[in-house]
C-alpha cells in the first residue's frame, strides 16, 4: 500500500462523511401520535414526545432504511446484515418493511446467540478466577441460558428456575446461578440477587436491609461429589438450625415468617419477586431491555436503581412495566414494540446538543460496537476466522474454528482483540465492567496491525478482484460499501474513490484493499448509530 494515498483517502472519506447530506442518514420528520386508540410502539412515542415538548426539546428526525436496517441487525442479533439483506431491503416499498425486519431478526439464530452473551455478563458465566465454575458446568449454564432464549421462556420461569434451582452444576445450567458468586454467603447471595434480578446495588442499603434479605439464602448449601469439580447445590432445612422459624422482610419492607422445615425460603422470596404487580421485577428487566436497545436506560445505569436514581421518564418506564406484565412476561415483546417505535427509529443526528436531548432520547444515542460484535463484523466482511483460547487444557473448552464470538459461551476463553476492545471479565455482574470507550490502542490496531491486515487481504472483495488499471470498479465500490457500511456510497463518496485510484495510478485489487481498509477505520462502521 501507498501509506501517503491511504491516509489521505481516509481523511476525504472522513470528511465526505462529515459534510454528507444528512439524507444519508435521515429520512424525514416523525410523526406525532393522535389522541385515539395507540398501539404500544406509538404510546411510547406519544409519552417521550410529551417529555420533550415539557423540556422545549426537538425530536431529531426518523433515521433513514440504510441507517435502520443496520442498526436493527447489530442491537437485536449483534451482526451486520448481509449484501443481498441490504440490497433487497432497500429496494423494497413495502410500508411495514421495518416491522417485517423487526419480526425475522426476533425468529433468526442469531438472537438467541447475541443475547446469551448479553446474560452471559450479567450471570457471569466464567471457567476460571475469580468465578470459578469450571468448563463442564460453565457449558452447562450457558446451554441452558441459550436454550431459555431460543424458545422465548416466559422471565418469569426464567428467574423462578434461576432462584430456586438444586442440583448438580454439571448437569442443571440454572443452580450454576448459586456457584457463580464469589461471596456465596447469604449476604453475598442476597447482594448478588439485588443486582441481578432487582438491578440495584446493596452497597447504598442499611445494613439491617441486606441482612434480612439474607434470611431468604441461609438455607443454600453446597457439596462435593466423586467427579472432578462437580458441586451439588441443594436446599439444607438444616442449616440455620437456631432460627428454624425465623422472620425475613422482603426489600419492600414487608416481614414474612419462615419455617424451612416446611419450605425452601427461596420459593418464598421467588413467589414475591416475581409477582407482575411487583415493581422491582418489571421495572428492573423493562429498563434493561430499553437499555440495551436504546443505548441509555430510562434509569442510568440500568443496574442502579433507587431513589437516589430516578428515572428520566417516569411514565415511559411505567408504560413499559405494564407491557411486560400483560404480556405474560414474554421478553420478546418488550423488544418488539421498543424497535417498532419512533423513538428507536430516530436519527442520531440530534436536532440540538445538549445533555437533557441525551437523557430524554431526543435521538438515537452514538456508542462503539461490542468487541465480539466488531470482531465478528471484521470476519464476516473479510470472511476469515478468529483464534480463541482458553488457560484451561480440557476438553469443554475446544473452540472450532468457525464459531462466532458472540456464540462464545464461556467469558474465560478470549482473544487479545476481544481484551483491547472491551470485552468485560465478568467478574461482578456490573453493566459498567464492558468498555466502549474508544483508546489510542483501538484505534492504531485498526489502522496498523497485521491482525487486520491480514484480514482485509484475505477479503473476497480484494482477493478475487483482478489487478488491472483503468477497469471499471464502479460494481466493486457500491459492494464494498455495502459489505461494510449497510449502504450505496454517494456520488460524492464515488467521485472521492475514482479521483484517488486515478492520482495513484493503482488497479483494481489495491483500490479495493485501499478502500476497505480506510471504511474499516471510519467512525461509521465501528460505531451503532
Known amino acids: 500500500m501507498n501509506r501517503v494515498y491511504i491516509v489521505a483517502l481516509v481523511f476525504c472519506l472522513f470528511a465526505v462523511f462529515a459534510v454528507a447530506d444528512d439524507s444519508l442518514y435521515e429520512s424525514g420528520p416523525m410523526k406525532v401520535p393522535g389522541d385515539g386508540e395507540l398501539d404500544a ?34 442491537v437485536a442479533i449483534g451482526t451486520l446484515p448481509r449484501e443481498e439483506e441490504v440490497r433487497d431491503f432497500l429496494s423494497t416499498t413495502d410500508d411495514v418493511k421495518r416491522t417485517l425486519v423487526v419480526e425475522r431478526l426476533l425468529d433468526s439464530p442469531e438472537f438467541a446467540d447475541y443475547w446469551s452473551m448479553k446474560w452471559g455478563d450479567l450471570l457471569r458465566i466464567k471457567a476460571e478466577f475469580p468465578i470459578k465454575l469450571w468448563p463442564n458446568a460453565v457449558q452447562s449454564y450457558h446451554h441452558w441460558v441459550h436454550d431459555s432464549i431460543r424458545t422465548n421462556k416466559p422471565y418469569n420461569e426464567f428467574v423462578r428456575e434461576l432462584l430456586t434451582g438444586s442440583g448438580s452444576n454439571f448437569r442443571r445450567g440454572e443452580v450454576n446461578f448459586y456457584r457463580a458468586m464469589q461471596d456465596r454467603t447469604p449476604r453475598g447471595c442476597a447482594s448478588t440477587v439485588a443486582l441481578t434480578l432487582m438491578g440495584e446495588r446493596t452497597k447504598l442499603w442499611p445494613e439491617r436491609k441486606l441482612d434480612a434479605m439474607a434470611g431468604f439464602f441461609s438455607n443454600v448449601a453446597y457439596k462435593s461429589t466423586s467427579e ?3 458441586e451439588i447445590v441443594y436446599f439444607d432445612p438444616t442449616a440455620d438450625e437456631d432460627n428454624l422459624h425465623r422472620q425475613a422482610i422482603f426489600p419492600d419492607g414487608n416481614p ?18 416475581i409477582r407482575p404487580e411487583n415493581p422491582y421485577f418489571s421495572r428492573t428487566i423493562s429498563n434493561r431491555i430499553w437499555s440495551w ?19 428520566a421518564i417516569p411514565e415511559l418506564l411505567a408504560h413499559l412495566e405494564r407491557e411486560f406484565t400483560e404480556s405474560h412476561c414474554d421478553i420478546k415483546h418488550l423488544f418488539r414494540i421498543i424497535m417498532n417505535s419512533q423513538t428507536f427509529q430516530l436519527s442520531s443526528i440530534p436536532a440540538q446538543r445538549s445533555p437533557e436531548a441525551v437523557a430524554n432520547f431526543a435521538h438515537y444515542p452514538l456508542r462503539r460496537m461490542e468487541a465480539e460484535v466488531l470482531i465478528d463484523a471484521l470476519n464476516q466482511i473479510t470472511n476469515t476466522k478468529e483464534d ?34 472491551g470485552r468485560p471479565p465478568r ?38 478482484a483482478a489487478e488491472t488499471a ?37 488497479g483494481t485489487r489495491s483500490l479495493a484493499l485501499d478502500l476497505v481498509w480506510s471504511l474499516v477505520n471510519q467512525p461509521e462502521f465501528y460505531f451503532i448509530h
Open 388 to 421: 480463541y483460547s482458553s488457560p484451561i487444557p480440557e476438553p469443554f473448552t475446544f473452540v472450532p474454528d468457525d464459531i462466532r464470538a458472540i456464540a462464545l459461551g464461556d467469558g474465560s476463553i478470549t482473544s487479545s482483540f476481544l481484551e483491547l476492545f
Open 470 to 506: 483503468g477497469e471499471d470498479s464502479a460494481e466493486l465500490i457500491e459492494r464494498i460499501y455495502l459489505q461494510v457500511l449497510s449502504r450505496y456510497p454517494t456520488e460524492d463518496e464515488r467521485t472521492v474513490v475514482r479521483e484517488y485510484a486515478d492520482a495513484s495510478g493503482m
Open 256 to 273: 414474612v415468617e419462615l419455617d424451612p422445615s416446611q419450605r425452601d425460603p427461596r420459593m418464598v422470596f421467588a413467589d414475591w419477586l
Open 293 to 311: 436497545l436504546m443505548g441509555r436506560g430510562i434509569v442510568d445505569p440500568p443496574d442502579d436503581l433507587g431513589p437516589h436514581n430516578p428515572p
Open 427 to 464: 467478574d461482578t455482574g456490573l453493566e459498567e465492567e464492558r468498555s466502549r470507550n474508544i483508546t489510542a490502542a483501538q484505534r492504531l490496531h485498526l489502522l496498523n496491525s497485521s491482525h487486520v491486515q491480514k484480514k482485509i487481504k484475505a477479503c473476497p472483495l480484494v482477493a478475487r
Open 228 to 230: 472432578w469439580k462437580e
Open 41 to 74: 410502539g406509538a404510546a411510547i412515542d406519544k409519552l417521550v414526545w410529551a417529555r420533550l415538548d415539557k423540556l422545549d426539546l426537538a425530536p431529531a428526525k426518523l433515521c433513514s432504511d440504510e441507517v435502520f436496517i443496520r442498526r436493527a441487525y447489530l
